[in-house]
């Protein structure tokens, strides 16, 4: 057969094809048009933003704006491939300073769903409507608008189910078009963002004056006064922005923000940067969290490098490494020494000459404000009143749960240790222990008991303490409030992200509860993948336990360290807390003896 006779197996692809293909690239999922919808408004001038979502925005999506708008040609025009009025030459690819520039996030959405377009340019009299299906426009006309632009997006992924079916449930797919909305409020404080769904408002963030004002109105409860500043130039290099205290560092990772010339992306040599300059601030198992702005002049970062543009290459990648680095190490080492500062100024107006304490009850004292250790099932608080006037030490009870049995030892406490580790006689051994991973094991082992026995007792709060949280933590929370009421926490919701804590269990005393609403909510987004309720049910416990524990830095009286080695001894002397960090260190009779040469 004659070859020019044959069939050709290579075609072109129809046009309407090709554009669900391209729409496959960009518009993964509502929360994608979201944002390509948004970084539209903000490279248009826009001052206010409101963002409409039906149905996790398979319903609807709506975008409004009151930026510069368009004429009725350009309104035609934005929806053609790769039509933009971002870029003119090939040059400016170098120096991109836009959010968007390709030209592809119009037509792919449009290709995917139906749309209807009004706007007005602040140069025009009367406005422009369109409707859009797959891509085509079936109507153009004149409207009465106001200046700016409104974009609606309806029945997405309506001619491609298969995208539609991977889709997850309506709450998932909001949380992801919460995030991108809080990022895009993150990126430009200036303008006033806000959140709608299904008819209701999740959150309104008024424009305001600097970063620091937005990341608070976004992130307060995840940093609250925990947050340490970041601010660095050099070498044409600039970094602003927030890390966690490590001292208050969980194993959760909300938030790790980065935004590179106010676009948020993902970038492994930051990511790696941040976790090098933390080092062993950190402890084992937690993570930084982190809010960062990074600029870097427009040629010397590649932001054409992902068809959604969330990952970006640097020309110089060593240099962008070592200066967050740097710059995370600075600000740790200047918060460690202002910390140890304020230590030693305490430590001279309380009376403190050595950083062993081993003196009397009455020289040791408790911190002003700090709460006692409580023993949870041997001590009362009805103990009789003190009347040399002394402090005393004073514990609460648990109830009538047992500890497990093990067998006597005799317990004489020495003292303490920088107010972190305790030193005690126990039985034969000298032990240095952990203040505050002996303790939390202590509370994790009686929570399990009472989890097992059906017991656990709650605590109402004299006074409900609210507590706001991100829109998509908020809505985890909001799917598992039962099961943390059977854990003893009783939480209510009071509006969209707010909620009020009624509830703690007893043994619990008073720990920061949005530090610890905030490392449950991270435990609870793990259940979906577990199968075994006890499984489920141990991390939550773990972090009951972990904020509930007397805090390293915390002075504690002879009393209270021989009442929590006494309840450490109790349950068994596990040598580690529930996250896997060393409880003690213990020396022997014969250890001594053979250090000494006396073996």
């Known amino acids: 057969m004659d070859i020019a006779s044959r069939v050709g197996k290579i075609q072109v692809l129809p ?13 993964e999922r509502p929360a994608a048009v979201v944002k390509e919808l948004v970084e539209n408004s903000l490279d248009a001038g826009s001052r206010t933003i409101t963002v409409e979502i039906k149905d996790g925005g398979l319903g609807l999506i709506r975008v409004t704006d009151d930026g510069e708008g368009m004429s009725r040609g350009d309104a035609s025009l934005a929806f053609e491939r790769h039509a933009t009025s971002k870029l003119h030459t090939d040059q400016q690819l170098g120096a991109i300073r836009t959010m968007g520039f390709r030209g592809e996030a119009l037509p792919s959405i449009a290709a995917v769903s139906k749309v209807r377009l009004m706007t007005l340019s602040r140069h025009d009299q009367v406005g422009t409507q369109l409707w859009l299906t797959a891509g085509t426009i079936t109507r153009v006309e004149d409207a ?9 997006v309806s029945e997405l992924f309506y001619n491609t189910p298969a995208r539609r079916k991977f889709l997850k449930s309506t709450t998932t797919e909001f949380s992801h078009i919460s995030h991108v909305v809080q990022q895009a409020a993150l990126a430009s404080p200036q303008v006033h963002v806000r959140l709608h769904h299904n008819g209701y408002e999740v959150f309104a963030l008024p424009a305001v ?3 620091r004002d937005r990341v608070l109105q976004v992130y307060r409860a995840a940093f609250g006064d925990r947050a340490l500043p970041v601010d660095i130039d050099q070498n044409g290099l600039s970094l602003k922005g927030f890390i966690i205290d490590p001292v208050r560092a969980r194993t959760g990772r909300t938030p790790q923000e980065l935004f590179v010339n106010r ?6 040599t930051v990511q790696h940067a941040v976790i090098d300059g933390y080092s062993s601030f950190l402890a084992k198992g937690h993570v930084p969290l982190f809010v960062l702005f990074l600029d870097v002049e427009p040629q010397r970062v590649d932001v054409n490098v992902h068809p959604t543009k969330r990952e970006v290459r640097f020309a110089d990648t060593e240099q962008v490494h070592q200066l967050v680095r740097s710059a995370v190490r600075q600000t740790l080492g200047r918060a460690q020494l202002e910390s140890s500062m304020a230590g030693t100024a305490h430590a001279h107006l309380s ?4 950083s062993i304490a081993s003196s009397p009850v009455e020289s040791i004292g408790i911190e002003s404000g700090a709460e006692p250790y409580r023993s949870v099932g041997r001590m ?4 009789a009143p003190n009347p040399t006037g002394a402090r005393q030490t004073s514990f609460v009870g648990e109830g009538s749960t047992s500890y497990a049995s093990s067998e006597a030892l005799d317990i004489l406490p020495l003292g303490q240790m920088n107010r972190t580790f305790l030193i005690a006689h126990v039985g034969d051994e000298l032990q240095v222990i952990d203040q505050h991973t002996a303790h939390e094991r202590v509370l994790f082992e009686r929570l399990l008991r009472a989890w097992h026995d059906r017991s656990l007792p709650a605590q109402p709060l004299l006074l409900p303490e609210p507590l706001e949280l991100p829109v998509q933590q908020a809505l985890s929370l909001h799917r598992h409030l039962e099961e943390l009421e059977r854990l003893g926490l009783l939480i209510e919701p009071f509006g969209p992200s707010t909620f009020l804590i009624r509830s703690l269990p007893v043994m619990l005393g008073h720990p920061d509860l949005a530090a610890l609403v905030q490392d449950l909510i991270e435990d609870l987004e793990q259940w979906d993948s577990i199968s075994s309720l006890e499984t489920k049910v141990r991390p939550i416990l773990a972090s009951l336990a972990c904020h509930g524990a007397v805090r390293a830095g915390r002075t504690m009286a002879l009393p209270e360290i021989k009442q929590l080695v006494q309840d450490w001894v109790a349950e068994g002397l596990i040598m580690t807390c529930p996250h896997g960090r060393r409880v003690a260190f213990r020396l022997s009779g014969d250890e001594l003896a053979r250090l000494f040469d006396r073996a």
């Open 380 to 383: 009362h608080a009805s103990a």
């Open 209 to 211: 004056s600097s970063p």
């Open 144 to 152: 009465a608008a106001i200046p700016g632009t409104s974009i609606e």
């Open 263 to 268: 676009r948020p992306v993902k970038n492994s």
């Open 351 to 354: 009376g403190e000459g050595s």
């Open 15 to 27: 046009s309407d094809v090709i554009g669900r293909i391209a729409a496959g690239e960009v518009v």
